[in-house]
């Protein structure tokens, strides 16, 4: 067991050398190789359904200054029985495409927010996975050890106060890798890649600070108007430099504004960028491919000027046998 995931490891690792200017560097994503696991069980009649329903589901967190939402998904065929159409109907979801999108306020979980936003805002902490089981929401963080003291601090002096949060482990991961496919046990996903050339002008210091040449992965699954990412940089393997930046790119942010007003999940979004182009890697339930595409044909006819050409679409195995 422990030689299969060795060679997971390495091809997800060899998966991420990217040439520039003829030297072999690699963007080290697996720097991300600490793990804070924590979950939250509220005492609302949300988390008490979905404990009595047995519901198994990745979950959406959306968290900004003035909001906080969980975005629940159940498949269509969930909802035959009458109990679970009585659920559906008392929480308002939306049925489109055979799933059921259940959108739920977190505003009153003011601790817990708090302590989510204060995570987020240590710069190397990503958050790698999210979903719901019996009544508890989960939530997996990924961070560089660079960032140890800041989030043991975090958990000595902040978490223990809060109510109805749990932490459930603190320690090293084995990175990306690891959440993609742990999430994959639970839901099957697809990765999707795009190339995007960019216009000139989105490549300058003002929106593009962190220069032409970078891997990043977005913060959460659902991205805020402006792109919250860990940047991943430098010239050699032996010294990748991990920042944390806010930027702008009208592509994405329209793109990742419309996958929210839809309800679309997206389990993790990794971008690079090299020779003025934009390469993206979504992983998404596959039950939202089509969706995604749909929205990428959308943002491609609104920005002309940003020339997108879908370059892959595979399940998460089989793209990890094909890289």
Not at 74 to 93: C, K, P, S, T, W
Not at 115 to 127: A, E, F, G, S
Not at 130 to 159: H, I, P, Q, R, T
Not at 274 to 288: C, H, L, V, Y
């Amino acid at each position: 067991m422990h030689i299969v995931s060795d060679l997971m490891n390495v091809v997800v690792r060899k998966y991420l050398y990217v040439t520039l200017n003829g030297v072999i560097y690699m963007m080290y994503l697996n720097e991300l190789n600490w793990k804070l696991s924590i979950s939250l069980t509220p005492e609302t009649q949300l988390a008490k359904a979905t404990k009595g329903f047995n519901v198994k589901s990745e979950i959406g967190i959306f968290i900004n200054d003035s909001e906080a939402e969980i975005e629940l998904y159940i498949n269509g065929a969930a909802g035959a029985n009458r109990e679970m159409i009585i659920f559906l109907d008392q929480f308002g979801a939306v049925k489109k495409n055979n799933i059921y999108r259940i959108r739920s306020d977190l505003s009153h979980m003011e601790g817990a927010l708090k302590i989510l936003r204060q995570v987020l805002d240590i710069p190397t902490v990503v958050l790698g996975a999210s979903w719901v089981d019996n009544g508890a929401y989960y939530l997996e963080f990924l961070f560089n050890y660079s960032d140890m003291d800041a989030v043991s601090d975090l958990v000595l002096e902040k978490l223990i106060e809060i109510d109805n949060v749990h932490l459930n482990y603190i320690g090293p991961g084995n990175g990306v890798y690891e959440a993609l496919a742990e999430a994959n046990k639970r839901t099957p996903i697809d990765i999707i890649e795009i190339e995007i050339k960019a216009p000139e002008d989105e490549l300058g210091p003002v929106k593009n600070p962190m220069g032409k040449e970078w891997v990043r992965m977005l913060k959460s699954n659902i991205a805020t108007n402006k792109i919250r990412a860990v940047y991943f940089t430098g010239e050699h393997g032996s010294n990748v430099k991990l920042n944390y930046a806010n930027t702008e790119n009208i592509f994405e942010e329209y793109l990742n504004t419309r996958m929210r007003e839809e309800r679309i999940l997206s389990i993790a979004e990794i971008d690079m960028l090299k020779d003025n182009t934009f390469r993206i890697f979504t992983a998404n339930p596959a039950i939202f491919t089509m969706e995604y595409f749909a929205l990428i044909s959308e943002a491609s006819k609104k920005f002309k000027d940003w020339k997108s050409v879908v370059k892959r679409v595979q399940p998460y195995g089989d793209w990890l046998q094909n890289l």
